[in-house]
Each structure stands twice: as structure tokens, then as C-alpha cells.
């Protein structure tokens, strides 16, 4: 599952357009829209603290959220945000409406673990194929990651989506036994592992 939720406060936006964007930002907000659930778009003003903070903890575009607009409380989903490509700031955040029952697709990071316990370890090179995989999951329900083991994995093996149990109700948007990654052999080879002591011995001796 993913992180636990949170709340942030918003204020209702009565002007949009570039003008007014440009003065909540001076202001130290962010211009946002709450929209779906087959109901009007509201216009919003968000914290920039808050909203980059919430970025930068990780998980922001799969963890469900609670906006407080002027006491009327709306269950969100981030879909999407901007950032200046400058100055490298939040600029518009756009949510989606979502409830116990609401459909939502997503991408979910892949975490690779056990890499010790593949032939990673004696110089194999993990290739990442996907760093993330997209599903289709209940809003309620979405995983914060997928575990990859790679244990007894050697040099040429590949790991597919038909390896990874997926939760209930959790279903690939592709809909074929794609590839995650796979591990290849170094440019330069692999190593063969030390001799054991003692081996070896005596030959060149006349």
C-alpha cells in the first residue's frame, strides 16, 4: 500500500488565467484544479511550501490525499504537475476526485532487492528495462512499490511481469509478459572467481 495520506489546505480561486497565476505565486501559493467524478472543475490555491515538501517525500502521484477547500473536504489523487524549468518550482498541480470505488491508472516504482544473491554479484550488470510499472488499481488500494527478487538470477536471465504478484485487484496496462530488466555480462567480461589456496601449486616447480 501506499504511504499514509495527508491534508492540505486550499483556498478557492474566483480568477484564473496567467495574470492571476503569476500573483499567487509572488504570493507563495500554487494554482491548482480538482477535477473528474463526472462533477465541475474547482479552481484552487495551494501552499508552494506544502506542495513541495509533499513532492519531495516521495509517493506524491500515488498517495491518495485529503484538499480542505474553505471546510469542504475532497478525496484527491495528484495526476499531474509542472514545474518551472528554470528555477525548478511547482507551478500548477492538477487532482483528480476520486472515492472507495474510483479507478485510477499509475505508475509504480520497481525496487530490485537480494542483488547479492544473483550472479550480480561476481560482475553481472542489472539493465533496467522498466523503473516503473503502470497498472490499473482501485484508488484505495495502490501499491507503493513493486518488489523485484533477483535471487538465483544469473548472466543472461531476464525477468519478466508474469514473475511479480500482483495485489488483488492491481492489473497491467500492458497486456503482454513484458521485460523489467534483465542482467547482461561487462563490457569487459567476468571475472572468474579466486582459485581456492593451495590450488594451482607446484607446477612450475622443476
Not at 110 to 126: A, D, P, T, W, Y
Not at 141 to 158: N, R, T, V, Y
Not at 184 to 198: L, R, S, W
Amino acid at each position: 500500500m501506499s504511504q499514509e495520506t495527508y491534508e492540505l489546505k486550499a483556498e478557492a480561486r474566483e480568477r484564473v488565467g496567467k495574470g492571476s497565476a503569476r500573483e499567487l505565486r509572488r504570493n507563495g501559493l500554487i494554482p491548482a484544479v480538482i477535477y473528474g467524478d463526472k462533477q465541475a472543475p474547482i479552481s484552487i490555491a495551494l501552499s508552494t511550501n506544502e506542495v513541495t515538501k509533499r513532492i519531495h517525500a516521495g509517493s506524491f502521484m500515488t498517495t491518495v490525499a485529503t484538499i480542505d477547500v474553505g471546510g469542504k473536504k475532497y478525496k484527491v489523487l495528484p495526476k499531474d504537475y509542472q514545474l518551472d524549468p528554470v528555477r525548478d518550482f511547482t507551478m500548477h498541480v492538477d487532482f483528480l476526485r476520486v472515492s472507495g470505488n474510483t479507478q485510477v491508472t499509475v505508475e509504480i516504482p520497481v525496487h530490485f532487492i537480494n542483488e547479492e544473491k544473483s550472479q550480480v554479484k561476481i560482475g553481472g550488470v542489472l539493465n533496467i528495462v522498466r523503473h516503473t510499472i503502470e497498472v490499473h488499481c482501485p484508488a484505495d488500494a495502490i501499491p507503493e512499490f513493486f518488489d523485484i527478487d533477483l535471487s538465483g538470477k544469473k548472466i543472461g536471465d531476464s525477468i519478466h511481469i508474469s514473475e511479480v504478484t500482483l495485489p488483488k485487484g492491481v492489473t497491467t496496462v500492458i497486456d503482454r509478459d513484458f521485460t523489467i530488466a534483465t542482467i547482461v555480462a561487462p563490457a569487459a567480461g567476468v571475472e572468474e572467481e579466486a582459485p581456492a589456496e593451495g590450488e594451482g601449486e607446484g607446477e612450475a616447480e622443476a
